[in-house]
């Protein structure tokens, strides 16, 4: 019995000694988590400025594991974020917005501000960037390699190599079958004297011969001199004069510039003079040129429908159409600027010799009225060169008689609204003459 009562109570010894250790530690724990806690709130401490006192350090053992192990996690933490981060930074340069955004928000959720833990010792992706530009560098050899061979091959004397091959066999005669000075021929034709481009680029799309023939830079540098005449001489700062014709500013000859107006006019009292009307007016202004320089001017209250298909041709019926030339002029501030010279047309008279029969007529002064108009060419949204914006506007009459010319000049305010360019595909349709 003695025994049995002297183990039970050496079992009630140890189990209060284990739980005297479990309350240590547990004590121990709490205080460091307090220490921790109160440095944390100080100011100009973190939670990396903590660090255990050696004197306590026998009776902390377990909370320095516990701390210690907390400083893996978050160093865990910390590089997991790094490696969504720099996923996310891999995909936005890829252009996967989408996965981009999720890598960030993921990274963000883990450190918030791991954006500023990051130290970029090279580009991100550097080696995949590099990658690209050496096989874009590559196909950029590989295409003026091609252009330059099959330029060369197809001037070789005797040469059996074809503009191009018929896709099926044909019992007819193929067109590759033509000279290449008869197909050029064609596709001078296919530009015309109206300067479509449009087309001629569509027609390159047929095949690898019809982009070579597309690109012939005789039909482009006689594009661009019909543009800009003598002032495209040299070709710099210009790779090509194709390059020229879609960088250089110019006026758009496939469509028309039309602005509308409006506005509202007090109009005459009643006859009671109960009430005044008011009235408003809507007009616009129509804007056509060509590519020999001249430019038709046109305003009306009629809409586009019915004025645009009257507007293809130079030589229209419409009595208030005022005709003219223009230039392009290049200013100091690499502004472009179209200024233009419009007058109503001249139209023949007969004289009426029985009217005045009998009595001495009192011949009227004659003049010539001209309109003097500047505009800047801008471009807006995605397109480009299409749109004009009123920067004078002026009316000129001369006297034959005496030779003095009168000046008007109109002020320009909210009535001159910009004009925008509208593509008519009638236009390029049909083709008088060639290039």
Known sequence: MAEAEED???????????ERAGEANLQAELQMFRAQ??????????????????????????????????GKQEIAKEEKAKELFLKAVEEEQNGALYEAIKFYRLAMQLVPDIEFKITYTRSPDGDGVGKR?????????????LLSDFQQQLTLPESSVKLCQPEVDVSQTHIS???????????????????????????????????ICARDPEIWHQVCLKI??????????????REMFLERPRVRFDGVYISKTKYIRQ?????????????QVEYYRY???????????????????????????????????????????QETDNQTKVFAVIMKKKEEKPMDYHKYRYFLRVPAQETDHSFHVGLQLCSSGRQRFNKLVWIHHSCHITYKSTGETAVTTFDIDKM??????????????FSEKPL
């Open 8 to 18: 039970c109570h050496s079992d009630l010894v140890r189990t209060d000694d284990n």
């Open 37 to 70: 806690w109160m440095f944390e709130l100080a100011p100009g401490m973190s939670s990396s400025g903590l660090e255990p006192l050696p004197c306590r350090a026998s009776s902390r053992g377990p909370g320095v594991k516990s701390v210690d192990a907390r």
């Open 133 to 145: 530009c050496v096989e874009d560098n590559k196909e950029d050899d590989k295409m003026a390699d």
């Open 177 to 211: 079958v033509l000279p290449m000075e008869v197909l050029m021929y064609i596709f001078r034709w296919v530009v015309s004297s109206d300067l479509d481009l449009r087309s001629l680029e569509q027609l390159s799309l047929v095949c690898r011969g019809f982009y």
């Open 228 to 241: 800009w005449g003598r002032s495209c001489n040299k070709l710099v700062p210009y790779a090509s004069w």
């Open 267 to 279: 109009g005459e009292q009643s006859l009671d003079g109960f009430y005044r009307a008011w009235h």
């Open 287 to 329: 804007l056509r040129f060509f590519p020999d320089g001249q430019v038709m001017m046109l305003t009306t209250p009629e809409d586009p429908q019915s004025i645009v298909p009257r507007l293809r041709t130079k030589n229209t019926r419409t009595d208030a159409i005022l005709l003219g030339h223009y230039r392009l002029s």
């Open 416 to 429: 001159y609204t910009p004009l925008f360019f509208a593509r008519v595909k009638s236009f390029t349709a």
